[in-house]
């Protein structure tokens, strides 16, 4: 079962929306108060590797693998 999803372009860049789609992502915890947990590693295909996004990942505090 998906997180969540996006949809985008056929002529779209999809490493472009890796940080967007991570921040609509809600983790259920079955506990009171905001449905969030943050995420602390993100496994990704390497295609999506790029300093940018690498950067944005450090500053929400997510490890890439």
């Known amino acids: 079962m998906p997180l969540s999803n ?3 372009p056929t002529n779209g860049s999809e490493t472009d929306q ?9 983790v259920k ?7 969030r947990k943050p995420l602390k590693v993100i496994a990704a295909d390497k ?4 300093k940018d996004n690498r950067a944005a990942l450090g500053r929400r505090g997510i490890r890439p693998q």
């Not at 890796?18 to 809600?26: F, N, Y």
């Open 6 to 8: 996006r949809t985008t």
């Open 18 to 26: 890796v940080i967007p789609l991570l921040d609509i992502i809600k």
């Open 29 to 35: 915890t079955n506990k009171g108060g905001r449905p």
């Open 47 to 50: 295609g999506y590797d790029s």
